[in-house]
């Protein structure tokens, strides 16, 4: 499946920002969907992840209460809302898709991957 991230952008501290995901190729019900990032200096870490059915939801616990990652079918993409953003979520944000019913926080559990998105939080 072909990922073409979207949304980034500069942001004050405590401010949103939603991050969309649009996916061709494979059919997009029938991926599981993730969203990592990767921060200056740092390694890509898992931030949030959706069932293909949209029924299970894993998010990292430096953003859990703040982020919520969602689906919509009809326009093949997922999106990730960032609500009270702070300066250490200052990453590149990659979406993922992995084939199958479960879902997965890791990385190599993933086959297709989008090309970036910079989302940097000013404090």
Known sequence: VQLQASGGGL???GGSLRLSCAA?????SNSGMGWFRQAPGKEREFVAAISWSGDARYYADSV????TISRD??????YLQMNSLKPEDTAV???AARAGAFISRAQE??????QGTLVTVSS
């Open 64 to 67: 859990k209460g703040r982020f």
């Open 109 to 114: 559990a993933y086959d297709d991957w989008g």
């Open 73 to 78: 079918y009809a326009k093949n993409t997922v």
């Open 93 to 95: 944000y990659y979406c």
């Open 24 to 28: 061709s190729g494979r059919a997009f």
């Open 11 to 13: 942001v004050q501290a």
